[in-house]
C-alpha cells in the first residue's frame, strides 16, 4: 500500500526544513569559512566582552573593521561578500562605520550598486557614510551622481550632519568635469566660506584645481598667492593649471620658484605638467634639464612620466631620442604609442608613423585620433575619411577628439551634408555640447556657405566661452559680415568675457574686408591699453590690411616701418593685396622684392606682380616675372573646387577638360561671363 501525502503537508513540511537549514547550518559553514580566513590573517574574533566594541549577537565591531579594510586594501571583493553575508544573518543593522568601510570596499572594487544598496540601509547616517558613496561616485567619474547625492546630502536637514572639507572636495571634482559655468563656481565658493571650510588645505587644493579647469586661471592664482601654507598638491595644481590652460611660461616660471624651495620640491606629477609645457612651447632646452633633473633626484619615472617625455622630444622635432625611449620601455600603453605617432606626423614623417600604427595588434580610440589627427595636419584629407570608416568598421565610436578632425575635414572637401551628418551624430551622442566640437561645427558651416547653421550652434551653446564667440566672429568676417562681427565682439565684452589675441585678428580681419580704418585703430590701440595682450605678428599684419583696402599705402607703409619687430610674409603680403586692388606698381613692387626673398617659392607673389605690371600696361616687366617664374622651375598652382551634386562629390581644376560634361560646362560659364558684361562687371581675360 502506498502512502500518500498531501503536497501542501509536504510543501509546508520543506519549507520549515530550509529555514531551519539556512538559520543553522548556513551560519555554520559561514562560520568555518570565516574562521579559516581570519586564520590566514592571524586575526581574531574573540567573543564580545567590551560594550563599547561591540555589536548585536556578539560579534566584535572593531574586527569586522579591521577584515573589511584588509579586503579593501587587497581588493578580496569575495571575502568582502562573505563577512556581508555574515552581518545579515546575524541580523545586524550597519552603523556608519561598518556600513562605510563597506561602501568604500565596494567603491573601489568597482561594485557601486552594493555600495548603494548598503548606504540606504543605514538609519542615522553621518557625514562619514555620506563622504564614502561621494568619493566612490567621484572614483568612477559618475560626476551627475556625485552632484545629486550632494543634494540629498544637503536636503537631509541634520543640524548634526553637515559637509565637510572631503565633501566639498569631491563636489569641486564633479562640477569642474562637468563643465559648469563660472556663476555657480563662484557659488559655491562663497558655500565653501559660509561653512568655514575655504582655510582647509585639501579644499584650497581642489578649489585651484577647480578654477584653473573653469579657465578662471587668474582667480586660481590669486587663491594660490593667498595661501600660506602650500604643500606639493598645491604647486602641482596651480602648475598644471597653466600648462593646461596653455599659459606655458607662467607655468615655467612658477616651476622655477619651486625649484629655489626647500621644504617642497618636484615630483613625477610636476615632471608631467612641465614637459607637457615644453612640448606645447618647443622648449626642447628646458625638457632635457627637466630630464637630468628627475635622474639627479631619482624622480620615479613610471609610465605617464615616461610617456611625457617622449611627447616632449617628439614634439620638439628629437624625433630619434624619443623613438630610443620609445623602444627602451618595458611597457607601453596608447598613450606611449599615440606620442610617437603624433611626433611623426607634426615633422611629417606619415610613413612612419602609419608603420609604427599598423604594426600595433589592437589599436585603441586614442591611437585611432592621433593618426586621424596626423592625416589631417598633412592634409591628406581622404586618408582621413578612410581611416575615419576603418575606425568605425574595427566598432569604435567616434568622441569629441575624433569629431574636432572630421569636422574641418569635411570643409575641406567641400561636404556640407556629410558635415549635417556628423552634427546630427554629436547631438545624438551629446558631443555637440562640448566646446571644441561645438567651436568646429561653427567653423564648418562657415566655410561651407551655411551661415545660418553657425549662428544656430552658437545660439544653443549653453556655456559661450571666449573660443565660441571668437568662432562666430571669425564667421562673420569671412562672409563679409562686418555689423554682424563688430556687434558680437561688443556683446562679448559687454557680458564680461574678455576676448584673446583670436579674437583681435578675426575682427580686424572683419574691419578690412569693409574698409572701417577708424574702427579698427580704436579695436587695434585697446589691445594693450585695455585689456594687457601685446599685439603680435598677425594683428600687425592685419592693420596693413585695413590700411592697404582702404587705399591708404603710404600710411600701411609707415606703420610697417614702426613696427617693433621684423615684419613677416604675411605683412608684406597684405601690403601687396592692397597695392594690386590700388594699382600701385612702386609699392607693389617694394612688397614683393622683400617677398622674393622671403618665400621665394610662394607662385602666387609672381603672379599677382607680373598681372600688376600688366594692369600698368608695363608689358616687359610683367614677362620678365613670368620668365623668372619659369626659370626657377615654379608652376602656378591651378585653381581647384568641388561641388555636391546627386551623383557625389565633383572636382574642378582650372582648365581642365577631363570632365564628360566639359562642353556643357564651358558653354554655360561663357554665358555667365556675356551675362557679366552685359551688367557692367569687369571681367577678366584670364577667365577666357
Known amino acids: 500500500m502506498r502512502l500518500c501525502i498531501p503536497f501542501s503537508l509536504t510543501s509546508h513540511f520543506l519549507r520549515h526544513f530550509y529555514q531551519h537549514y539556512i538559520s543553522i547550518i548556513i551560519p555554520l559553514l559561514f562560520e568555518a569559512r570565516l574562521m579559516r580566513f581570519t586564520k590566514l590573517l592571524h586575526i581574531q574574533i574573540p567573543p564580545a566582552t567590551a560594550p563599547p566594541n561591540n555589536i548585536p549577537n556578539g560579534l566584535n565591531y572593531t574586527a569586522y573593521g579591521r577584515l573589511i579594510q584588509h579586503c579593501?586594501?587587497?581588493?578580496?571583493?569575495?571575502?568582502?561578500?562573505?563577512?556581508?553575508?555574515?552581518?545579515?544573518?546575524s541580523s545586524v543593522t550597519l552603523d556608519n562605520f561598518l556600513a562605510s568601510k563597506l561602501i568604500t570596499c565596494y567603491s573601489k572594487t568597482n561594485h557601486l550598486f552594493y555600495a548603494h544598496q548598503v548606504f540606504d540601509?543605514?538609519?542615522?547616517?553621518?557625514?562619514?557614510?555620506?563622504?564614502?558613496?561621494?568619493?566612490?561616485?567621484?572614483?568612477?567619474?559618475?560626476?551627475?551622481?556625485?552632484?545629486?547625492?550632494?543634494?540629498?546630502?544637503?536636503?537631509?536637514?541634520?543640524?548634526?550632519?553637515?559637509?565637510?572639507?572631503?565633501t566639498v572636495t569631491c563636489v569641486l571634482k564633479a562640477l569642474s568635469s562637468l563643465g559648469y559655468e563660472f556663476n555657480l563656481a563662484r557659488r559655491f565658493h562663497s558655500y565653501i566660506i559660509r561653512n568655514g571650510l575655504d582655510s582647509d588645505i585639501f579644499v584650497v587644493n581642489a578649489l585651484i584645481t577647480f578654477y584653473c579647469r573653469c579657465d578662471e586661471i587668474v582667480i586660481a592664482r590669486s587663491l594660490f598667492d593667498s595661501t600660506r601654507h602650500k604643500d606639493i598638491v598645491t604647486w602641482n595644481a596651480m602648475i598644471a593649471g597653466y600648462s593646461k590652460g596653455g599659459f606655458y611660461d607662467k607655468c615655467k616660471e612658477l616651476y622655477f620658484e619651486m625649484m629655489g624651495l626647500e621644504d617642497v620640491q618636484?615630483?613625477?606629477?610636476?615632471?608631467?605638467?612641465?614637459?607637457?609645457?615644453?612640448?606645447?612651447?618647443?622648449?626642447?632646452?628646458?625638457?632635457?634639464?627637466?630630464?637630468?633633473?628627475v635622474l639627479d633626484h631619482e624622480i620615479k619615472i613610471?609610465?605617464?612620466?615616461?610617456?611625457?617625455?617622449?611627447?616632449?622630444?617628439?614634439?620638439?622635432?628629437?624625433?630619434?631620442?624619443?623613438?630610443?625611449?620609445?623602444?627602451?620601455?618595458?611597457?607601453?600603453?596608447?598613450?606611449?604609442?599615440?606620442?610617437?605617432?603624433?611626433?611623426?606626423?607634426?615633422?611629417?614623417?606619415?610613413?612612419?608613423?602609419?608603420?609604427?600604427?599598423?604594426?600595433?595588434?589592437?589599436?585603441?580610440?586614442?591611437?585611432?585620433?592621433?593618426?586621424?589627427?596626423?592625416?589631417f595636419q598633412n592634409r591628406q584629407y581622404e586618408t582621413v575619411v578612410?581611416?575615419?570608416?576603418?575606425?568605425?568598421?574595427?566598432?569604435?565610436?567616434?568622441?569629441?577628439?575624433?569629431?574636432?578632425?572630421?569636422?574641418?575635414?569635411?570643409?575641406?572637401?567641400?561636404?556640407?551634408?556629410?558635415?549635417?551628418?556628423?552634427?546630427?551624430?554629436?547631438?545624438?551622442?551629446?558631443?555637440?555640447?562640448n566646446i571644441y566640437v561645438a567651436t568646429a561645427i561653427i567653423d564648418t558651416y562657415a566655410k561651407l556657405g551655411f551661415l545660418k547653421g553657425a549662428e544656430i550652434v552658437f545660439k544653443q551653446?549653453?556655456?559661450?566661452?571666449?573660443?565660441?564667440?571668437?568662432?562666430?566672429?571669425?564667421?562673420?568676417?569671412?562672409?563679409?559680415?562686418?555689423?554682424?562681427?563688430?556687434?558680437?565682439?561688443?556683446?562679448?565684452?559687454?557680458?564680461?568675457?574678455?576676448?584673446?589675441?583670436?579674437?583681435?585678428?578675426?575682427?580686424?580681419s572683419a574691419c578690412a574686408h569693409s574698409g572701417l580704418v577708424d574702427e579698427a585703430w580704436r579695436i587695434f590701440n585697446s589691445m594693450l591699453n585695455v585689456y594687457n595682450i601685446q599685439p603680435l605678428m598677425e594683428h600687425y599684419a592685419c592693420m596693413v590690411g585695413v590700411l592697404s583696402r582702404a587705399l591708404k599705402l603710404n600710411e600701411a607703409v609707415d606703420f610697417i616701418n614702426k613696427m617693433p619687430f621684423e615684419p613677416s610674409a604675411r605683412v608684406w603680403g597684405a601690403l601687396l593685396n592692397?597695392?594690386?586692388?590700388?594699382?600701385?606698381?612702386?609699392?607693389?613692387?617694394?612688397?614683393?622684392?622683400?617677398?622674393?626673398?622671403?618665400?621665394?617659392?610662394?607662385?602666387?607673389?609672381?603672379?599677382?606682380?607680373?598681372?600688376?605690371?600688366?594692369q600698368a600696361g608695363r608689358w616687359e616687366e610683367a614677362e620678365n616675372v613670368r620668365v623668372t617664374l619659369n626659370d626657377i622651375g615654379l608652376k602656378k598652382i591651378a585653381g581647384c573646387s568641388w561641388i555636391e551634386t546627386p551623383g557625389g562629390m565633383q572636382s574642378f581644376i582650372a582648365k581642365d577638360v577631363s570632365n564628360e560634361n566639359t562642353e556643357e560646362i564651358y558653354a554655360t560659364l561663357g554665358g555667365l561671363f556675356e551675362f557679366m558684361k552685359d551688367e557692367k562687371y569687369a571681367v577678366s581675360e584670364d577667365f577666357h
Open 72 to 89: 579593501t586594501d587587497h581588493r578580496l571583493i569575495r571575502r568582502a561578500k562573505l563577512l556581508h553575508a555574515q552581518l545579515i544573518l
Open 121 to 166: 540601509q543605514i538609519p542615522h547616517k553621518n557625514t562619514f557614510s555620506w563622504n564614502a558613496l561621494l568619493m566612490g561616485y567621484s572614483m568612477h567619474s559618475r560626476y551627475t551622481d556625485t552632484l545629486k547625492l550632494f543634494s540629498g546630502f544637503l536636503a537631509s536637514n541634520s543640524v548634526s550632519v553637515k559637509p565637510d572639507n572631503y
Open 266 to 293: 618636484p615630483n613625477e606629477f610636476t615632471v608631467i605638467s612641465v614637459l607637457q609645457a615644453c612640448a606645447q612651447s618647443n622648449d626642447l632646452d628646458l625638457g632635457m634639464k627637466v630630464h637630468r633633473y
Open 302 to 375: 613610471d609610465l605617464p612620466v615616461c610617456n611625457a617625455f617622449i611627447a616632449m622630444y617628439a614634439k620638439c622635432g628629437s624625433l630619434e631620442y624619443a623613438k630610443q625611449l620609445f623602444d627602451e620601455m618595458s611597457e607601453r600603453d596608447e598613450i606611449s604609442y599615440g606620442s610617437i605617432i603624433y611626433g611623426y606626423m607634426l615633422h611629417g614623417f606619415v610613413d612612419k608613423a602609419m608603420d609604427l600604427f599598423w604594426e600595433m595588434d589592437k589599436p585603441g580610440l586614442s591611437t585611432w585620433n592621433a593618426v586621424i589627427s596626423g592625416q
Open 386 to 433: 578612410s581611416l575615419f570608416r576603418a575606425m568605425q568598421i574595427c566598432r569604435f565610436k567616434p568622441d569629441t577628439v575624433t569629431l574636432s578632425n572630421i569636422f574641418p575635414t569635411l570643409s575641406q572637401l567641400s561636404n556640407l551634408k556629410g558635415g549635417k551628418e556628423m552634427h546630427a551624430y554629436a547631438i545624438r551622442n551629446i558631443y555637440d555640447k
Open 461 to 508: 551653446s549653453k556655456k559661450k566661452s571666449v573660443i565660441i564667440y571668437t568662432s562666430l566672429i571669425s564667421a562673420y568676417s569671412a562672409h563679409g559680415e562686418v555689423n554682424a562681427a563688430l556687434d558680437l565682439f561688443n556683446n562679448m565684452i559687454n557680458v564680461g568675457i574678455q576676448p584673446d589675441p583670436v579674437t583681435f585678428t578675426s575682427v580686424l
Open 578 to 614: 592692397g597695392a594690386s586692388v590700388a594699382g600701385d606698381v612702386e609699392v607693389g613692387k617694394f612688397a614683393c622684392d622683400r617677398l622674393f626673398e622671403m618665400e621665394p617659392e610662394n607662385t602666387g607673389n609672381y603672379v599677382i606682380m607680373a598681372n600688376l605690371y600688366s
